[in-house]
């Protein structure tokens, strides 16, 4: 009102001399003006979408509420999303001493989401931050979370080290023509396997992956879904490794060292393994690489190792 007022007592001199026609057309066009210019100054207001809104499940068999559990317990938990949007994406992401990795990664396109996780827990005392995060079609994110205690006794490790004057385990060349000799290795019975087809996959942990037919580059992959972490940090020795949590919490607090297949192996380097069947973890250091000029039959890779009885 006060704008209108204001083009009044302007234009009220003009008025005088103006006809009756003329002044109408003067008064629409200020009123379309003045229209324009209230609607620039205080349009319609976008829309706040709502962050998504997570609650756990609490029906029978879920875990919704920060609990304690024995070490190495499998623990369930769900999660339902109800939103105004789509969700494109759910995280569960798990938090030891600090350090947070993604455990599962799942891609949806629903408003409606119903998803369970379950994990086993480290397999020694200590406490896990369990956060689920979903993000909708917007970059809206919205997250549940809970802590779980681990209770129980820290194992110590086995040595499975040669005796004095005894060689270590050796994994061949799986170019080496010597029939018998040994190029993978099974973590669950220790022992020694061949890499030939006949040989089921489930027994090669690790496997040697040389990929050159000259000189001898021994790296390690595997067909059972192991993964490795070169250890680079002096707070792991293989010396000072005597209890399991030295390497689970190593192993959590590197993640983003994680690879599943080796750099080109060389002799005293180390490397946290971490099984693909049952998670078990292993510290293996290498003693020794053998090759032999100008022929693969004994190339090898000799190795000790420590992890649980």
Known sequence: MIFFYIIYLYLQPIYK????????????????????????????????KPDPALNFKTTAGFTFTSTSV?????????????HSSKIKNVKFQVTILGS???????????????????????????????????????????????SITVTGTDPNLQDYSPA???????IYNIKDPTAGNPSAFDLNTKTPQSASNTTPDNLKDILDQNASSGSYQPQWGTKTGVKYIKVT????????????????????????????????ITTNDLYLVKAGDNGQYYLVSILNIVDIAGKADGDNVEFKYKTLP
């Open 233 to 264: 940090n002096a707070s792991l020795t293989y010396v000072g490794a005597t209890k399991y949590s030295q390497l689970v919490n190593y192993w959590a607090q590197n993640t983003a060292a994680v690879i599943s297949i080796t750099p080109v």
């Open 70 to 82: 024995g070490v190495d317990s499998a623990v369930k938990v769900g999660v339902l999303i109800n």
């Open 17 to 48: 001399n103006l006809s009756m026609k003329k002044i109408a057309i003067y008064a629409l066009m200020i009123a379309t003006s003045a229209t324009l210019f209230l609607s620039s100054c205080g349009g319609d207001k976008e829309e706040v």
């Open 100 to 146: 947070t990795f993604t455990e599962k990664d799942t891609n949806v396109n629903d408003k409606v989401i119903d998803l369970s996780f379950i994990r086993k827990v480290i397999a020694t005392p200590g406490t896990e931050g369990w956060t689920i995060i979903a993000t909708d079609e917007n970059g809206k994110s919205g997250s549940v979370s809970l």
């Open 164 to 170: 004095v004057g005894q060689p270590g385990v050796r």
